[in-house]
């Protein structure tokens, strides 16, 4: 079973604000101490917490995903099709 925010919090004596705000890399904007941030990362790293890119998602409200469709059905349009795709998709990036 993988391992949550809300357990890293438990073992480290925290909130599980706390641990969302240093495992996000924003501890510092709310002056939570250097040694309460470095207890909650050696908590996650002996729990082998993994982010939940899911939840996270969920929890901000954005995917950060980009659809395309491709309704090709000739070999000449499908190469097109993906040719567009990756320029999409590296513009994307950009952003």
Partial sequence: MA?????VARRAGVSPATVSLVLSGRASE??????????VRATAARLGYR????????????AMTLGFVNRAQD???????????TGVERRARDL
Avoid: F, M, P
Avoid at 30 to 39: G, N, P, T
Avoid at 53 to 60: E, G, I, P, S, W
């Fill in 30 to 39: 709310l002056s939570i101490s250097r040694e309460c941030a470095e207890k």
């Fill in 51 to 62: 982010g939940n890119y899911h939840a996270r998602a969920l929890a901000v409200g954005r």
């Fill in 75 to 85: 070999d000449y349009a499908g190469h097109y099709g993906l040719a567009l795709a």
């Fill in 3 to 7: 391992v949550t925010q809300r357990e």
